[in-house]
């Protein structure tokens, strides 16, 4: 049994959450989100609340169960107030700058490096410090993952980019004799 799944989720006021078929449809005072569902799971809207509960009782449905109910959540919250990711770039010559609706990486490659930034986010680079902001929580994990991903911390001398709450572990280098 699912624990997130059994509870009811509480719509607060000026949310709106509407079901055409298996598309759940979220609009609050920061956007709009859609999300396609599978019928595994009986989505019901209340006045005030959501509740959700299994068709069949096999493991997959069990399992997504408590997963719609987080989705449900995160898109509730996310149109109320934005997710928001911080990333920091560290490293001499390393640079980012938005330009229309692309970043402009200098990642210390021979070329520069550019990321299409997608529709629903938006994104600031000051100095060396990005941000990026969404009502898709989804969205702006991957997003952000994947702008990471292009320049990952490295530990000898901390280089490159992380979160902003993430620790680079840092490692000795070697040691002369």
Known sequence: MSRIGKQEILIPDGIKVTQNGGVL???GPKGTIKKT?????????NDKSISLNVKRNDKF???LWGTYAAHIK??????????????ILEGVGYKSEVKGKEFNFALGFSHPVIVKIPEGITATAD????TIIGIDKELV???TAAIRALKKGEPYKGKGMRY??????RKQGKKTV
């Open 74 to 87: 995160n898109m509730i919250a996310g149109v109320v107030t934005p997710y928001q990711k911080k990333l």
């Open 127 to 130: 100095k060396n410090n990005i």
């Open 141 to 143: 994990g991957s997003f």
């Open 164 to 169: 902003e709450d993430e620790v680079i572990r």
């Open 37 to 45: 569902f599978r019928d595994d799971i009986t989505i019901t809207i």
């Open 61 to 63: 449905s069990k399992s």
């Open 25 to 27: 449809t979220v609009v």
